[in-house]
């Protein structure tokens, strides 16, 4: 193994394969939470934009400045790759999502930086997901559980941290 840092195009693919994909109404039950298929697909959205919040903070913390965007825009090339086939989101136009994804990000920015961190947010997605109908009350606990096994912080710092 190399000690050689990774490039921006080699830590955009590395952090790509930790992104969660299509979350499944049986992903979703293996956690205690009762979802309908139509309610998962909205789940991924959502636990999408969540993630691509902590993957750009995280990008933000670790990569020189004139790296940054074009890292996080290598992601998100990846990820509109896979759109319909892994992340079963073709019924969503991509320009429609992008900008959800960023009035999202900005959201949960304001939250994670300023209020809280990790979270702080995490409770901001589970408020916005029952809110939305997609889980019930008492299945913010679990979603809490689930959220670390998705969006795993820690391994977006370590393999950025790797990157310099």
Partial sequence: MTNEPMTPAEAADALYQLIPRRISVEMMADYGIDVTEEQAGEVTREILSFTLY?????????????YREVLFHRVLELIQADWASLFNLESVKWEEYLAEMEERRAHYASVGDFE?????????????????????????????????????????????????
Avoid at 127 to 133: K, M, S, V, Y
Avoid at 147 to 157: A, G, I, K, S
């Fill in 54 to 66: 902590w993957v750009s903070a995280a990008i933000n913390a670790h990569i020189p400045r004139k």
């Fill in 116 to 164: 809280g961190g990790a979270m702080a947010a995490s409770e901001e997605i589970s408020d916005r997901l029952e809110n939305q109908g997609l889980i019930q009350p008492e299945d913010r606990p679990k979603l809490l559980v689930l959220l670390p096994d998705l969006v795993p912080l820690d391994r977006y710092q370590e393999l950025l941290g790797e990157c310099v």
